[in-house]
């Protein structure tokens, strides 16, 4: 019994936050690979594109819900989510003729195009700031929990309860529909086999007479959906802070680096990798231990190696080590 109600506290403040979590870096990781591997710099603002389509999301939500619009059981940002696609669409599609074009066309080398982009994220965190405010904001809405722990409790007799919140659910399920569509996308249609020619041998592409220009509006639309998707359910799963999502720029490139950047199975692998080392490290590991350790080796303290406080720190070293000895990532990606 004492084992099964480890196995649940473990599921329960590990496995279970760690999986919607890594789904969300995965999602963020996953544009920011496509963008240095098909536009070939990188993009330090997608921290702040998140942040942007999330807040479209969030004033979206806010109107359906003012008019008593919603999805019962569901989170009514589902339905304002394809106008935050479309508004950051926009804002990325504007920012890539405005500014990177120039810079494109100069042949600049990748690092201006990297300073080039802390200006756009400085400028988007800036807008993002004054229209919604520095605060917390809160948009979740619907049934709260698949399963509660109370309910859980009930129906096994067991001590620890289990609880999987809608938003965790719904954060899995979304990133495998988004991946598996994202991946049919790249390998079965016309436009998607160009961009990957494009990423392969840019010259080569061209000779072939693919369009540049079409590719990189396709990848900044791709991008702008996968930066909105990503950005709503990290806001709906904890909460709605523009600077939580500059600061989640370390894991997200972390995950691209650690899987190989340029590459898309990469990018969902470091997702999870640094996910699971974030939540591992900084989980309190008593509760577990107590129950399957004997009572007289039972832990006094927390058995936490590091503070929450501390855990963008744990993607910080680990993207320190893989860049001291896999440059190239996990997957065999562009080296940094």
Known sequence: MDFLNAIVALSNFVLIPAI?????LALGA?????????????NFAHGDTMAFGTMVVVLVTWWFQSMGLNLGPL??????????IIACSALVIGTDKLVYKFYREQKAKPVILVIVSMGVMFIMNGLVRFIIGPNDQRFADGERFIISARDFKQMTGLQEGLAIKTTQGLTVITALIVVALLFWFLNRTRTGKSMRAYSDNEDLALLSGINPERVVLYTWL???ALATVAGTLYGLDKTFKPFTYFQLLLPIFASAIVGGLGSPLGAITGGFVIAFSEVTITYAWKKVLTY?????????GLVQLLSTDYKFAVSFAILVIVLLFKPTGLFKGKSV
């Open 30 to 42: 996953l544009g920011v690979t496509l963008i240095y591997g098909i536009l070939r710099f990188s």
């Open 75 to 84: 989170p009514t940002a589902l339905l304002a989510l394809p106008f935050g």
């Open 20 to 24: 919607a979590y890594g789904s969300q």
């Open 292 to 300: 399957l350790l004997p009572e007289n080796l039972a832990p006094d």
């Open 222 to 224: 791709i991008v702008a």
